[in-house]
């Protein structure tokens, strides 16, 4: 199979994959009580006497969910991606938005815990047994082990509330400038890099004592090559192929799975977006943040898919 084939089966199941997760949505929202009109203005109409029927049948809501559903699918069709109930405006800018916002986490983060997960797995490997791998092994399995929400308040607890060297909230403002609030971001980044780091380096460790124990890499230990050579060249290619997997997995968990970590520091991305349109029973804005996220997630893993085929050729012979 050639890797042009290979990319586009990838693509027609990440196509299929996407139109899976928005049925199931759009499906999974008819069951929840209320909609958006109810929830959002409910009180209010029943006081005043206006007709709830009619302002649903203004937003379609009164259609049948799998008729919403094929509107919506068709309007994606022609480009237009519909408006938010609760925000009374295009839902697609406020989604790019909260994007940017989410990418200012996760970029940095993403750079961080790649960069040193790869060298502390790297090392932890060739010192296998020794006590800086345990020390390394100990502190991933804490990472694994405690989740966001209590590493979050920990470090909030410590930075903040004893040191106060950093502030406790990360409200950017899209009003000033990046660089003035580079301090509000430290925090939530460092608790998404600790999440993030733990797995990559276990993945990294296991791959590469595995990869240093295969017969090419005895031989060219024997050879008498430098083991800087050994281990860039011989066992690192090998592997990175299963680390590559995990790191697009985590991209996708990234960006679609900091919702509680803007939840703790009050972070306007696109997880506080989606709790917002489940709260409003928005289904347009709801379902257009799910699709995004997951467009993300799928895409992420379509890289990795091809970086594993180029690292690893039987794949595409598989």
């Not at 989410?102 to 790869?118: D, G, T």
Request: glycine residues 6%.
């Amino acid at each position: 199979m050639h890797l042009a084939t290979y990319v586009a089966r990838r693509l027609a199941l990440l196509v299929f994959t996407l139109l899976v997760i928005s049925l199931l949505i759009s499906a999974l929202m008819n069951l929840l009580p209320g909609d958006a009109v109810e929830v959002i203005v409910g009180n209010w109409a029943r006081a005043s006497g206006s007709d709830l029927a009619g302002l649903r049948a203004s937003f379609g809501l009164d259609l049948p969910w799998y008729e919403q559903y094929v509107s919506w699918l068709a309007g994606m069709a022609r480009g237009e991606f519909g408006d938010s109930i609760a925000l009374h405006h295009a839902a697609m800018p406020e989604i790019i938005a909260r994007l940017s916002n989410s990418l200012l986490l996760a970029a940095p983060a993403f750079v961080l815990a790649v960069s040193i997960s790869l060298s502390a797995g790297v090392w932890a490997a060739i010192r296998q047994g020794t006590i800086p791998d345990s020390a390394i092994l100990l502190f991933t399995l804490l990472g694994i082990s405690i989740p966001a929400f209590v590493v979050g308040p920990l470090l909030i607890v410590v930075f903040s509330g004893w040191l106060h060297l950093l502030p406790a909230s990360s409200a950017i403002s899209s009003d000033a400038p990046v660089t003035s609030q580079i301090l509000l971001l430290i925090l939530p980044i460092a608790t998404i890099v600790i999440e993030v780091l733990a797995h990559i380096t276990r993945t990294v460790r296991g791959s590469m004592i595995q990869a240093l124990r295969t017969p090419y890499v005895r031989m060219a230990q024997l050879k008498g090559l430098p083991p800087k050579t050994v281990v860039a060249k011989h066992a690192l290619r090998n592997a990175l192929a299963p680390t590559v997997t995990v790191i697009a997995l985590n991209v996708g968990w990234l960006i679609g799975g900091v919702v509680v970590i803007e939840q703790v520091f009050s972070y306007p991305g696109i997880g506080s977006l989606l709790i917002f349109a489940i709260d409003q029973r928005d289904l347009p804005l709801l379902r257009l943040t799910v699709f995004a996220i997951a467009a993300i997630y799928c895409f992420a893993n379509l890289i990795a898919d091809v970086i594993h085929a180029l690292l690893d050729p039987r794949v595409l012979h598989g």
